[in-house]
């Protein structure tokens, strides 16, 4: 079946060191694949877009990597502050340039600790 | 700010009821999408409308329907409410229906069954 996994449990780091949140997926072939951050009762905010034929992508702190061959995708944050605290969502859409019907993974929530 | 606008905020009615989601879009964008979000399913699409039209449709139950007017908002109608339907639910807009294209999400209507 068709699936988006992220690490279900809280990622706790220390404030200045660097964030990597791990994206896995399978049976699907995304032309894109992209990052969200959400707030506790907020919605998703967009962060980072990347495409198959792109490796790397970096916003400031953030860095991502597609690995189509893997089905995985990574999302660095560099010197991390409390303020990334968050949970973090990767989302595709599973017909590779179609309707941009984003599929999300369930997130994974980050703790930054001063 | 993502510019996307849902009324109301928070939504308590009993189960059997019926209650309308309004959401208006980012100025310029033509898509909307609908998300429902629980605690324990995540965000799961629900359906997509692009100028009008419907465009995707993922696992929305049919005892719920939405519609784009002319004026491009949109609403989402939930019908014989159920205890399970109390959830997060979500509208985003793009400027685009496909391809790449960022979703801009709106802060949500939280719905209440009891």
């Known amino acids: 079946s068709q699936k988006i996994e992220q690490n279900s449990e809280a990622l706790n780091i220390q404030e200045g060191k660097t964030a990597t949140l791990t994206c896995n997926y399978t049976n699907y072939s995304p032309a894109y694949l992209q990052w969200y951050r959400q707030d506790p009762g907020r919605g998703p905010v967009f962060l980072l877009l990347?495409?198959?034929?792109?490796k790397e992508k970096r916003k400031e702190r953030l860095k991502v990597t597609f690995d189509t061959t893997l089905k995985q995708s990574l999302f660095h944050i560099t010197a991390s502050q409390p303020a990334d605290s968050a949970t973090y969502l990767c989302a595709l859409d599973p017909f590779s340039g179609g309707y941009n019907k984003l599929i999300f993974g369930a997130g994974t929530r980050l703790a930054v600790h001063p | 700010d993502s510019g996307v606008t849902q009324t109301p905020k928070h939504l308590i009615t009993a189960t059997g009821q019926r209650v309308t989601l309004r959401c208006s879009p980012r100025?310029?964008?033509?898509?909307v999408y609908w998300y429902q979000q629980s605690l324990d399913q995540g965000l799961q699409f629900l359906i997509q409308?692009?100028?009008?039209?419907?465009?995707a449709k993922g696992n929305i139950l049919e005892r719920f329907s939405a519609q784009q007017f002319p004026d491009l908002h949109s609403e989402l109608n939930l019908s014989s409410l159920e205890l399970g339907d109390s959830a997060l639910y979500f509208c985003?807009?793009?400027?685009?229906?496909?391809?790449?294209?960022?979703?801009?999400f709106g802060n949500g209507t939280r719905l209440t069954v009891t």
């Open positions: 100025s310029g964008d033509l898509s």
């Open positions: 990347i495409r198959e034929n792109e």
């Open positions: 409308y692009y100028n009008g039209e419907e465009r």
């Open positions: 985003a807009s793009s400027v685009l229906g496909q391809g790449a294209s960022p979703l801009h």
